[in-house]
Each structure stands twice: as structure tokens, then as C-alpha cells.
């Protein structure tokens, strides 16, 4: 998965009450669009805006109120020239997200939660879609942490979303893949999962992770809160940079930007 390209930063932009790195900071649309210049300000190049939270144990919101959250800063977001992704799993919300200026979906089911996804993705071939590995909703995804070897049956439950998605008429251009980091994972099926990206790169897509302040890193921190996992995303940045990653989801854009440069000054 060599690749000396910098990786596109996508900048988190969460409009819930209850994501739980940025204690749902960013609610109202005016803070939500004042974060975003921030982060247009610090080079972010993709920004992924959320109004569902999927931390485990979730309760899901219902679309009304998630298309009431989004709708609003993607359209004002479309002002600003930045690239925007909308975070759902929802097909209608991916749908009026895309009609105010979307470019990416970002579906952490991967098209499972909602038949018509494959559709509206579909029906929009200059929009990417971001397939994350996933089994199940928050509130039952502790469970389905089973695996025989995580690489294998993440790769191969990836392959079936692939194949399945572009039988429905999506192309395979629009694809890009992701592990899914903390979704019906153990901490050490993360690390495995994170060690082995050159065997998921070989599915042949390009490969987005979002590890930024995962509790995963707050265990191996001895419990760190989310704000002081802030080092050890950063870290992780550099070293998926060396290994060739499309792109990052982060909380921050600066850091991660610094930490790109000086591994790809590093690998040259
Ligand atoms: N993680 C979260 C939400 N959306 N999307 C992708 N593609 N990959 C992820 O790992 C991912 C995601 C949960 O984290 P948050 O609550 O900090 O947004």
C-alpha cells in the first residue's frame, strides 16, 4: 500500500447533543459553522458531518431530527467551497444531503442499515461512498465483537458489502473502504485490524480510518478521556501516513496535518 501522497484529512462534525469526544460541543448550526472554518482555516480537506451519534449503546434519532441537524450546516457549508461528507446511514438523509451539496456518504453500515442506500449512491455516480465495516446498531454491537481472525473476516465481510453494493449499480469508483475501528470491535481487534491494513488495501480501494480518540487508545492509555487520546491519535496519524492510508477521520485538522508533513518528509 506504498503511497507517498498525503492523506485527506476529513474533519468530524458532529451536530448531536451526545457524540462523546467533543460532549456534543458542536450542536447548534452557528457553533457547528464556526468549528468548520476552523477547521477550513487549518487545511481540513473533507468535512463529515453527523447529526446520529453511533457510540455504543446509542439510541438512534429518527430521520426528521437527523435531517433537521444536517441539513441546515451542509447547505451553509456549500457556501464555502469545502468538500462535505454526511455521516448517515440513512438513504432519504443521504439523499437531501447530497441535493444541498455533499460529495461523500459516509455510511458506517456500509449500506446495511437501509435497503435504499445502494440506490441513491447509485443514482449519484459522482458522489464517493465510504463503506465501513459494521454488524450491527450501537446498541448491539458490543456482542458482535466474535471473530475467528479479525483481518480475514473484516476483509471478506468487506468484500461481500462490495460485492453486493455494485451489483445494485454502484461503481466501483465510488467506493472507499474502512475497518471500522470500535464498531463490533475488541481493543485488540482494533490493533490487528490497524497492523494489517496492507492485507484490507489488497481488496484493491482506497482505505479511510477514524481512530481519533477511540476508546480503544484510552485503554492502552490506562483510561485516558477522550481530549487526552489527543497525543496518541495524532501518533497514530503519522505512522498510517508511512503505511499509505487514503485518508484520516480526526477531531482535530492541525495536528494531524503536522504529523502528515513530517512523515511524508520522512518517507522520501
Ligand atoms: N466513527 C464514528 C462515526 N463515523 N465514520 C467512518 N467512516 N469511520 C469511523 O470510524 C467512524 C465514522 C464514531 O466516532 P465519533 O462519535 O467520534 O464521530
Do not use: C
Not at 139 to 168: C, F, G, H, I, P
Amino acid at each position: 500500500m506504498i503511497n507517498s501522497v498525503a492523506p485527506l484529512v476529513m474533519g468530524i462534525l458532529n451536530v448531536t447533543p451526545d457524540s462523546f469526544a467533543d460532549g456534543g460541543r458542536h450542536f447548534s448550526s452557528e457553533s457547528a459553522l464556526r468549528r468548520a472554518e476552523e477547521m477550513i482555516f487549518e487545511g481540513v480537506d473533507i468535512i463529515d458531518v453527523g447529526g446520529e451519534s453511533t457510540r455504543p449503546g446509542a439510541e438512534r434519532v429518527d430521520a426528521g431530527e437527523e435531517e433537521a441537524r444536517v441539513i441546515p450546516v451542509i447547505k451553509a457549508l456549500s457556501e464555502l467551497g469545502v468538500a462535505i461528507s454526511i455521516d448517515t446511514m440513512r438513504a432519504s438523509v443521504a439523499r437531501s444531503a447530497i441535493a444541498a451539496g455533499a460529495t461523500f456518504v459516509n455510511d458506517v453500515s456500509g449500506g446495511l442499515a437501509d435497503p435504499d442506500m445502494a440506490k441513491v449512491i447509485a443514482s449519484h455516480p459522482e458522489v464517493q461512498y465510504i463503506v465501513m465495516h459494521w454488524r450491527g446498531h450501537s446498541a448491539s454491537m458490543n456482542e458482535l465483537a466474535k471473530y475467528q481472525d479479525v483481518v480475514a473476516d473484516v476483509k471478506s465481510e468487506l468484500d461481500d458489502r462490495v460485492l453486493a453494493l455494485t451489483k445494485l449499480g454502484v461503481k466501483a469508483e465510488q467506493i472507499i473502504l474502512d475497518p471500522g475501528i470500535g464498531f463490533a470491535k475488541l481493543p485488540e481487534h482494533n490493533w490487528q485490524l490497524l497492523r494489517n491494513l496492507d492485507r484490507l488495501s489488497l481488496l484493491g480501494f482506497p482505505l479511510l480510518v477514524g481512530a481519533s480518540r477511540k476508546r480503544f487508545l484510552g485503554e492502552l492509555l490506562g483510561g485516558a478521556t477522550p481530549d487526552d487520546r489527543e497525543i496518541a491519535s495524532v501518533a497514530l496519524t503519522a505512522l498510517l501516513t508511512n503505511a499509505g492510508i487514503w485518508g484520516i477521520r480526526v477531531h482535530s485538522v492541525k495536528p494531524h496535518k503536522q504529523a502528515i508533513s513530517v512523515a511524508l518528509e520522512l518517507m522520501k
